[in-house]
Nanobody, 121 residues
């Protein structure tokens, strides 16, 4: 059994900051890419940021310069530091972990339950 659990969402005013965290646990052999997606009401889910095991990152254009993704391979955690938040960042944020359950197994994506981020004055 593998679990992916997010934390750190909440309500913040425009221009404020939040830090999201995600921890993977359970029967995991290795973790490849970790990332954050978000979905706002009435909109498609979009990839916000990704980080590879080696530390390479990519971001959706709308968050570049404001959000920073980082990970701790030993702790199986990934974080998303969000600064200068805007109302359009309001969404449910999901952590996604690409992992192998055992040696030689195919990679599989495990997603968390999501955490709500609301940016409003």
């Amino acid at each position: 059994q593998v679990q992916v659990v997010e934390s750190g969402g909440g309500l913040v005013q425009p221009g404020g900051s939040l830090r999201l965290s995600c921890a993977a646990s359970g029967s995991i052999f290795s973790i490849n890419t970790m990332g954050w997606y978000r979905q706002a009401p009435g909109k498609r889910r979009e990839l916000v940021a990704q980080i590879t095991r080696e530390g390479s990152t990519n971001y959706v254009d709308s968050v570049k310069g404001r959000f920073t993704i980082s990970r701790d391979n030993a702790k199986k955690t990934v974080h998303l530091q969000m600064n200068n938040l805007k109302p359009e960042d309001t969404a449910v944020y999901y952590c996604n972990v690409e992992l192998a359950r055992w040696a030689g197994s195919l990679l599989t994506d495990i997603r968390g339950q999501g955490t709500q981020v609301t940016v409003s004055s």
